[in-house]
């Protein structure tokens, strides 16, 4: 493939970019087509991955918007030929089942990136826009494709597919294929360990220790000990030498949790091992070498403790050459009903007792809820409410009194300009132009009855009888 076939794929087509939309959702590649030829992209459709995949065989297009689920070929089985013959595309895959295992998998294996249903259009625009500009700029002699890896191992994970915490699964998969540090910072309750669990757990350190520790928890000497390790009569009681945690996490990553609790004098320690790759034990007067990725958290705002003289600014930055902020539960409560259906299944198995769902009036209790303790606290409660049930459904009286006693709603709405409004707004006014009838109006948007009944229902859009 030569350099004037892939510049012909940016001019050709009255001038705009070459756009391939993969959906089998008829209605939604309409509505994208319409978006993106407003944006003055030149748009071509596929309705499926298979067809996709034909259509690349024949023409070169610089950006792919691909759906991921789709019923024959898949999003990434479309990636996965992208990146087998090489195709210069820049390819963004869309899900409306968002999780941090389907942004790991899609990152790693090529995607430029990842945006979940339903989305905020201009996002979208924004999203698509940094592809063509990366498609424009790549046109010298890319860097190999990151090599596959297995995505978050069994067990937790987090849970949601709100944009807001999309956005952590998209930067936590990247922090993946790097081995610099990272940065954590979030209020407690919001999963800092499980990022770090899942960063390492998918990097290429992973065969080594994953060692984890509370800086918060311990007393300067006690910290300085464990971190650094110790001799023998370093001082009183060290009646034997101990290996500190960053020799344990030798080849691995260690997890330094509150790391805004650290003592200044332990923060000039701690640089020296960031800068140079080696330590002193405590009492020792020779220095010993360590290969360890640090990966820390905190819930205090560091910037403000750089400005008070409390944190070592070099330090600080030495740390956040990667950040990743969590947010609160109140800022996405779309992800409730997901991580309660999460909890709620976990705890029934763990319990060994069948409940099998929650009551509406439930739900709307703990949407209501401010939820200070964030999704720990949101576990805490879920669990005790299956254990205090007396029937297979939890109602409000489960839950605990805290949560009962709230009459604040923080319910989170819809974000505004989303695909699903517009795709809303496009049935209802083909609806409208053939006067409710069913039948034509499917014919209309190129879909069937059922299909169309079933999009009626999810909008709440009410239909005659024709």
Not at 146 to 162: A, C, D, M, Q, V
Not at 371 to 379: C, T
Request: net charge neutral; proline share 5%.
């Amino acid at each position: 493939m030569g350099q004037g076939d892939v510049n012909s794929a940016v001019s050709r087509h009255d001038g705009g970019m070459r756009l391939l939309i993969v959906d089998d959702d008829r209605v939604t590649r309409e509505l994208l087509r319409e978006v993106f030829e407003k944006e003055g992209y030149s748009v071509a459709l596929a309705s499926g991955g298979e067809v996709a995949i034909e259509q690349l065989n024949k023409e070169i297009f610089p950006l792919i918007l691909s759906d991921i689920r789709m019923l024959d070929v898949d999003g990434m089985s479309v990636l996965a030929h992208i990146k087998e013959h090489k195709l210069p595309s820049v390819t963004i895959l869309m899900t409306g089942f968002g999780t941090m295992e389907g942004a790991i998998g899609a990152i790693q294996k090529g995607a430029f990136d990842y945006v979940s249903k339903p989305f905020d259009l201009n996002e979208l625009k924004a999203v698509m826009a940094r592809g063509a500009e990366h498609f424009t700029q790549s046109q010298r002699p890319a860097a190999s494709a990151p090599s596959e890896k297995n995505i978050f191992p069994g067990g937790r994970t987090l849970i949601g597919k709100s944009p807001k915490i999309v956005e952590v699964y998209k930067t936590l998969a990247r922090a993946t294929l790097s081995p610099s540090n990272v940065l954590i910072v979030g209020e407690s309750g919001t999963g800092k360990e499980l990022v770090a669990r899942g960063i390492h757990e998918n990097s290429p350190r992973r065969q080594a220790r994953f060692v984890a520790v509370n800086c918060g928890a311990l007393t300067e000497t006690l910290l300085e000990s464990e971190l650094f390790g110790h001799v023998k009569g370093a001082f009183t009681g060290a009646i034997a030498a101990k290996l500190g945690l960053f020799e344990e996490a030798h080849g691995g990553t260690l997890f330094l949790d509150e790391i805004g609790d650290i003592p200044l004098s332990l923060q000039v320690k701690l640089l020296r091992v960031l800068q140079e790759g080696e330590l002193k034990p405590v009492g020792s007067t020779e220095s010993k070498k360590v290969d360890v990725r640090v990966i820390a958290a905190t819930h205090r705002n560091l910037e403000e403790a750089v400005g008070q003289g409390l944190f070592r600014e070099d330090l600080f930055y030495r740390l956040k050459v990667i950040l990743i902020e969590l947010p609160p539960l109140r800022s996405r409560m779309e992800d409730l009903p997901a991580l309660v259906e999460y909890f709620l299944a976990s705890y029934s198995r763990r319990i060994n007792k069948p409940v099998s769902h929650i009551s509406d009036e439930a739900v709307t209790l703990l949407k209501a809820y401010h939820w200070p303790g964030n999704v720990r606290e949101l576990e805490h409660a879920i669990e005790r409410a299956v254990t205090m049930t007396r029937t297979t459904i939890l109602y409000p009286e489960d839950f605990p009194p805290e949560i009962r006693s709230n009459d604040k709603s923080t319910v989170a709405t819809a974000p505004p300009n989303s695909l699903e409004e517009l795709e809303k707004a496009h049935i209802l006014k083909v609806l409208e132009e053939n006067q409710f009838n069913k039948s034509k109006a499917a014919t209309v948007l190129g879909i069937d009855r059922k299909t169309l009944h079933r999009k009626a229902q999810r909008y709440g859009i009410r239909m005659e009888d024709k």
